[in-house]
């Protein structure tokens, strides 16, 4: 059963069940009602007979008996009530005329003698239900008044048939309201499905739906589109990506392959010209090599490295600065670090200082000094090359952007902008700016969870 289908008969049940119990207390409320309004007029009529059976009216002619019909009967009594007095011994007082047959229980009998109560109780004359009441007359006597049940009975009929007319009504009714709701609710939920079929049938992911309202189906449409986008702009960078290292791989194989093509052609080459080949075959083959690795860490997700976990920055910088050293002993490090903690990826981190420290080390001329400064969570590098130029300031973090003097180095365009993932998945920042007397500088900012309040350690490292 489909959702909406389950909807429509939910309802419908819902509201079927209040309106049959809504009907029944109506019911139950009414017979109860007319019932005792019934038992009122039928002891107030017995009462009369009562008070008149011990206080007889005038003597007029003789008479044999003590019959009240319909001529002494209460107002709002119907004309079909009856009433009788009747001894202790069982003896009727009946006047000649009387043929209304009242048969007498011992209950009634322990009445007319005392020593039952009144009460009120249901019977049958001839084929009529009626509504008997006795009552005590005094002197070993008592009264038996009955009323027809056959009003009320009609009247409860038809009430019983108007609200079964009712609770059927109320049902269609809440069928269709139901149906109706149904559908206007289960609106946004097609719209979300022909939205999801539309992109898993054309892969179009610029497809959104209109989102109204801001309830739980409204919150879903939202989402979808946020889940639309996040794939659209996921599926333009995978695009972009692969654009960007098929144009950056295209220049180091078509080298590999020139040489190679050299070598072939040529296997009787001069060995003083065939060194030179190979040591570019072995130099292209790094690049290629190290273009590759950065390809690959800079599509890597950050969750790959594993769980965050408390880090000590400081000591994570300083073995990043002594293995650069010790790759490139013709430049000075000098390093000024506050203990610091942080929460992140260590292979992640390391990676992001590395790239920085190479980053400097590449443009800083032979015998030069690169600066590493940490403190309050923030780690500064400063080299003393060319700097930035201000046209390339604002594209230094873009995936493979190389300035035009960057072109004529060896590099990828990948290490910078592998660093501002790294700071990204940290909740940090990453800027560049030109120091004043020269060079770059590029700050890495990542929370900090405590800060060193100690002397900072003076560590320089030379070649």
């Known amino acids: 059963m489909s959702l909406r289908r389950r909807m429509v008969v939910l309802s419908a049940a819902a509201v079927a069940l209040a309106v049959a119990l809504s009907a029944c207390a109506c019911y139950i409320a009414v017979e109860s009602s007319m019932r005792g309004r019934l038992d009122h007029q039928l002891k107030a009529f017995a009462g009369t007979v009562a008070l008149v059976a011990r206080h007889p ?9 003590f019959r009240f019909a319909g001529a002494l009967q209460r107002p709002g009594l119907e004309a079909d009530g009856d009433a009788a007095l009747f001894s202790a011994t069982g003896v009727i007082d009946e006047s000649p005329e009387d043929h209304t047959a009242f048969p007498l229980t011992s209950r009634d009998l322990a009445v007319a003698r005392g020593t039952t109560p009144a009460y009120f109780g249901d019977g049958r004359s001839g084929k009529t239900d009626v509504r008997v009441y006795v009552t005590p007359a005094g002197r070993g006597r008592a009264v038996i008044a009955e009323q027809s049940l056959t009003g009320l009975q009609s009247t409860l009929h038809d009430l019983a048939v108007i609200l079964v007319i009712i609770v059927l009504a109320g049902v269609a009714l809440a069928g269709l309201l139901g149906l109706f709701v149904a559908r206007a609710a289960a609106v946004p939920v097609h719209i979300l499905r022909q939205a999801a079929e539309h992109v898993g049938s054309t892969g179009d992911l610029s497809r959104r739906i209109k989102t109204i309202g801001d309830d739980d189906l409204g919150q879903l449409g939202a ?14 960078v995978q695009r972009q990506l692969i654009g960007d290292a098929s144009h950056e791989l295209r220049t180091p194989v078509a080298s590999l392959r020139t040489n190679l093509e050299v070598l072939l052609r040529n296997p009787d080459l001069d060995p003083a010209e065939r060194a030179p080949l190979l040591e570019d075959l072995i130099e292209q083959s790094a690049e290629l090599g190290a273009l590759v690795e950065d390809l690959l860490e800079s599509a890597r997700d950050g969750n790959d490295a594993g769980s965050p976990e408390p880090l000590a920055l400081d000591e994570l910088v300083s073995a990043e600065v002594a293995l650069c050293a010790a790759l490139h002993p013709d430049v000075h490090f000098e390093m000024q670090l506050e203990r610091c903690e942080v929460v992140g990826r260590a292979s ?19 015998d030069a000094n690169v600066e590493v400064s940490l403190g309050q969570g923030e780690l500064i590098v400063r080299d003393h090359g060319p700097g930035f130029s201000e046209h390339d300031l604002p594209f230094v973090f873009d995936r493979f952007y190389r300035s035009p003097i960057a072109r004529s180095v060896p590099g990828s365009g990948l290490g910078l902008s592998i660093v501002r993932k790294v700071a990204s998945e940290h909740a940090g920042t990453i800027r560049a700016a030109n120091a004043r007397d020269g060079g770059a500088v590029v700050t890495l900012a990542l929370p900090s969870r405590s800060a060193g309040q100690d002397s900072p350690a003076q560590l320089t490292a030379h070649a």
């Open 223 to 236: 989402s979808f589109n946020a889940m639309l986008a996040a794939l659209e702009e996921s599926h333009r």
């Open 57 to 65: 009216p005038t003597p007029g002619p003789p008479r044999t008996g």
């Open 348 to 366: 992640r981190l390391s990676r992001a200082i590395l790239n920085l420290l190479d980053n400097a080390v590449k443009w800083s001329p032979p």
